[in-house]
């Protein structure tokens, strides 16, 4: 059962570095912008993460449920957590600054928008 956790946990690894690949290789080479590079590196991030686990789904089911269900939170949170690193890590080596203002603002729309509603929360409560 270690051998097929070792191969699953490998395979959802693999997921993320072909996507990662993916991404860096066509930023280099063409001229696709970073937004459809993205979604497409999802996408084969999502489809290997499929893959991996209907495998584990023909590999435990019959022997156990509970390590069923175990391999499939597991590939959950992975996948997760693979989707987000590789945005956020692909956004940094390429958008950081327009990410960065980005983020300026809407730290500072939501710093005023949120006092003038808190003020006005206030005033209707005095009423």
């Known amino acids: 059962m270690i051998l097929a956790y070792s191969i699953y946990i490998i395979s959802l690894g693999a997921a993320f570095y072909a996507s990662y690949k993916y991404v860096t290789y066509t930023m280099k080479v063409t001229n696709i912008s970073l937004h459809t590079n993205l979604f497409v590196a999802s996408v084969l991030n999502l489809t290997i ?76 409560q005095k009423t």
Not at 68 to 74: A, E, K, R, S, Y
Not at 80 to 103: F, G, H, Q
């Open 49 to 124: 993460y499929s893959l991996a686990i209907f495998n584990w789904f023909l590999y435990t089911f019959l022997r156990s449920e509970a390590q069923f269900i175990t391999g499939l939170q597991l590939g959950i949170w992975l996948y997760i957590t693979s989707e987000v690193s590789l945005v956020a890590t692909m956004l940094y080596k390429y958008r950081n600054i327009e990410v960065m203002d980005w983020l300026h603002s809407i730290w500072y729309f939501i710093k005023t928008k949120s006092s003038k509603a808190y003020r006005g929360i206030k005033k209707l």
